[in-house]
């Protein structure tokens, strides 16, 4: 069974599931059974329903042809390079691509800073606020191209700096560079992400901030 039948198949399973929510949350107002502690946990599994993906990560060291794979897989029809896989220009961060239907296709990114704070990343993603949010023309692959440079964007700090956000060993000194962006998330429509597939592209094992 390849990867699209087996999306295929774990769609459809998540619709029936959820159906099956629904038509009990039906059932139980028809027969005035509905309580309120029932009815927040039905709505509880329904939000859990939606947001379970399969997760595919990419793990390999700098410059292995993680990301052009994905630009490969994902992004073929662009006829150009979307996410920079160059020698020497790769993504800095962990970058997520996925589908989110509810937003039109966008780019959104963590600073690097929120490593400081004790919260998980799954934490921010509740928390708009704190991601720097870009739209995406999907009609322009040009456009996209210039957007997702900013995966590339990093920034020199002192080593005292680079050591509290736990990006530097004890042996460095003086300024140190390390990646501007802590987290990415790209909401992107192609059929197999809109099947329940999200991709990991994490930075080289031997890249900074790894």
């Known amino acids: 069974m390849n990867l699209d039948t087996q ?3 774990y769609d459809l399973w998540k619709q029936s599931m959820a159906n099956a929510i629904h038509n009990y949350q039906s059932w139980l107002d028809d027969s005035s059974l509905s309580e309120t502690e029932t009815e927040l946990m039905l709505i509880k599994n329904l939000r859990l329903l ?8 990419f793990a390999a ?8 794979l994905i630009n490969a897989l994902f992004f073929s029809s662009a006829g150009i390079r979307l996410l920079p896989s160059s020698p020497g220009r790769t993504t800095m ?7 989110d239907a509810k937003e039109a296709p966008y780019l959104r990114l963590l600073d690097i800073e929120t490593r400081s704070e004790d919260r998980t990343i799954d934490d921010y993603k509740q928390d708009a606020k704190q ?13 996209m191209q ?16 680079a050591k509290q956000l736990g990006l530097a060993g004890s042996d460095d000194d003086g300024e140190v560079t390390i ?12 059929p197999l992400l809109e099947k329940g597939l999200t991709v990991l592209d994490t930075p080289g094992l031997n890249a900074l901030g790894s």
């Open 93 to 99: 961060c962990p970058t997520e691509l996925f589908y």
């Open 146 to 161: 210039d957007t997702f440079l900013e995966l590339l964007k990093t920034k020199t700090v002192s080593a005292e700096r």
């Open 131 to 143: 991601w720097t949010h870009m739209e995406l023309d999907c009609d322009s692959p040009e456009q």
């Open 50 to 57: 939606e947001k379970d993906n399969i997760t595919i990560a």
């Open 179 to 190: 990646p501007y962006w802590r987290h990415a998330l790209i909401s992107f429509p192609h």
């Open 7 to 9: 999306l295929r198949s």
């Open 61 to 68: 060291e700098f410059s292995r042809g993680k990301t052009e």
